[in-house]
Structure formats: C-alpha cells, structure tokens
C-alpha cells in the first residue's frame, strides 16, 4: 500500500459513517486514473485529507428537559443537598472512637463507609446546585449547601479560640447550621395528605429510644466501679479524682436530662408535622428521626466514654453513629430526592400485550 493510497483511507476514516464509503470508492479511483489524468497521486491524497479535515459537519440538536425531568432534577437536587447538611450536622462533636477492631470485614466496611460519606458531603451539595431548578428550590439548596460547610467552620473557629471538646466554640457552626437546615425545609415545606397512626409510630419510636439509651446509660453509670484509692502516698490525687468524678456526674446528669428534653419535642415534631404528610413520607420522616436520634445517643455515650472511660459498650460509639448516618443518607434520599434501587419500567411495557 502506498503513502497515498494509506491517506486516502485516513481520509475516509474521517469523514462522517454516510459518506465513507462514497468517497473512498471515488479517490481510489482517482488515484488508479492520476498518472492518464497528469496529476500527482500526493495531490489528491492531500486534497481528500483537506476536504474530510474542513467538512462542516451538523451538531445534533441538544433535547431541552421536559418539565417533568426538570421537576425530577430539582427534587433529585434537594435530596442531595438535604442529606448532605444532615450528614455535616451529625458530625457534632468531631470526636471518634474508632480503631481496628480485629474484625477485618467490619474494618474494611467502615473504613470504606466513612471515607464514602466524607466524598459524599462534598460533592452531594456541588451536584445539587448544578441540578437545581426554580427560585424557591435554589435558595432552599443554596442555605443547604451553605450548612453543609459546619464541620470546616467549626475547625476554623476552634483552631483560632482553642479546642475544648464536645462544648467549643465551634459548636456554634453546628447550631447555626441547624437554624440554617430549618430555614431551608420551611421553604419547601407545604402540606401533602393527613396521617395519624404512622406519624404517632414514629414519635413514640423516637421517645423509645431515647428511654432506653438514658436508662442504659444511667445504670452503666452508677454501677461503674470506683477505686477504693490509689495507694498509700496518693491520698491527694485520690481526693481530687473523687472530686473531678463527681463534677463529671453532675454534669452528666445535665446531658442526660437534656437529652430527654429533646427527645421529647423530636418526637413531637414528628407527630405533628407527620399529621400533615402522606402515610409514605410520615414513615420516611420517622425513620430519619429514628436515625437522628441514635446519632444523638451515639454522641451522649461518647460524652461518657471521655469521662469514664470502657464504662459503654464499644459497639454504642463510632459503630452506632455510622450505621445511623447511613440510615440518614438513605432515607433522605428516597423519601426527599426520589431515589429508587429499581428502574421504574415505562408504561408501555407494564401494559398487557
């Protein structure tokens, strides 16, 4: 095969599938007949690379979204940016107990869980924006997205003041990002149906939990062995134990009540605004308070794992708050965003032959 021959077909490969085969046919041959017509068999290679090179080509028109896949990407994107702040806001108080375990299959699975979650609460928001449509819709993921940044502003804030724990200045990003994610959902919220057993379910699951973390807690508390000393010659740091252990019971005993507070009006609010929902998401709503409440209670018993440490079960800490932020994530998505495991099949195919 000659040079010419070789860009001829170089040319053809160019050119759009409809017209291949045509003009290869017609520069073959005008390269068989070159040498009877008086021209260079390089001239007409030269001229079909040119010709396939500078064919205007048309772009195929780009299909505009209906109004109903505009409708899926903005509920798409208010799930994403929903799920998203929720998962930042469960972030509070930044502190883990984490470690390997021994079991590799439940190592692994965390591992790959929380560093999925963490690339999930950066570019679920991005998304969001991009797919969002409609003015109400985008302010109420642009405040989303905004709260998403809590854990990064809470950093910021006690790299500056000094880190104190559970109750540093950072918190107050969390706080705000709460108001914030409140503000978001009353701008999207309007009533879709009524239901009462569904929404009362999910408030008494709520109020279940809290009772049985708060007694948990309570009883491994107070039957917690405390030393008889720590020696003979340790008398003063014994007394300063006893007095530091008894601030942190005090203290304790704050956290747990407050705990109930809260629990109480969760549970509350799921009732009530479940009252004005349809019997689907009423369930959704109380699922995610579930989730909510877990993570709560995984941050109170880390509380007391800083403060009496080995007293909780290890499976109450870092296990429980990953398992409820999956949960989190999930039902949002499903029950916000439109998220289905399955590909719904057009009608056409559920219509009888």
């Known amino acids: 095969m000659s040079v010419s021959d070789l860009a001829v077909r170089i040319a053809a490969r160019i050119l759009p599938f409809s017209l291949r085969d045509r003009y290869r046919e017609q520069w073959s041959a005008d390269l068989r007949d070159a040498h009877e ?3 260079r068999p390089m001239s007409i290679a030269f001229a079909a690379l040119a010709f396939a090179v500078t064919l205007d080509r048309p772009r195929e028109s780009r299909r505009l979204p209906t109004a109903e896949q505009r409708i899926r990407r903005s509920r798409l994107a ?3 940016a929903l799920s998203a702040a929720l998962l930042s806001l469960s972030m509070f108080p930044r502190i883990t107990f984490g ?13 790959f869980l929380t560093e999925l979650l963490n690339a ?5 928001p991005i998304t969001a924006l ?18 998403t940044t809590a854990p990064l502003a809470a950093a ?9 724990d559970y109750f540093s200045a950072g918190s107050g990003a969390f706080a705000a990002a709460g108001i914030v994610i409140t503000v978001a959902c009353g701008l999207l919220w309007h009533p879709s149906g009524r239901n009462v057993r569904t929404s009362l379910m999910g408030g008494i699951a709520v109020w279940v939990i809290a009772a049985a973390g708060i007694g948990y807690a309570a009883v491994m508390c107070l039957t917690a ?5 720590f020696g003979e010659g340790n008398e003063a740091m014994y007394a300063d134990w006893i007095a530091a252990e008894l601030q942190f019971r005090a203290l304790l005993v704050q956290v747990l009540w407050s705990w109930a507070i809260v629990a109480a009006l969760l549970g509350v609010l799921v009732i009530v605004f479940g009252r004005r929902m349809s019997d689907r998401r009423a369930l959704a709503l109380g699922v995610a308070a579930v989730a909510v409440s877990l993570i709560g209670a995984s941050g109170v018993f ?3 794992e800083l403060g009496m440490s080995g007293t909780l079960s290890p499976v109450l800490l870092a296990p429980l708050r990953l398992i409820a932020q999956v949960m989190l994530v999930s039902v949002t998505l499903v029950a916000v965003g439109g998220v289905r495991l399955q590909r719904r099949r057009p009608d056409s195919e559920l219509a009888p032959a």
Do not use: E, N
């Not at 991009?130 to 709260?147: E, H, K």
């Open 37 to 39: 017509a008086g021209l």
């Open 78 to 80: 208010i799930g994403l």
């Open 99 to 111: 470690g390997m375990t021994g079991l590799v299959v439940w190592d692994y699975a965390s591992f």
């Open 120 to 124: 999930y609460a950066v570019l679920a």
């Open 130 to 147: 991009i797919l969002v449509r409609g003015a109400r819709a985008r302010w109420s993921v642009t405040l989303l997205a905004i709260a």
């Open 156 to 164: 910021l804030i006690d790299s500056t003041a000094g880190y104190g």
């Open 225 to 229: 062995a405390t030393p008889a000393g």
């Open 302 to 304: 880390g509380f007391i």
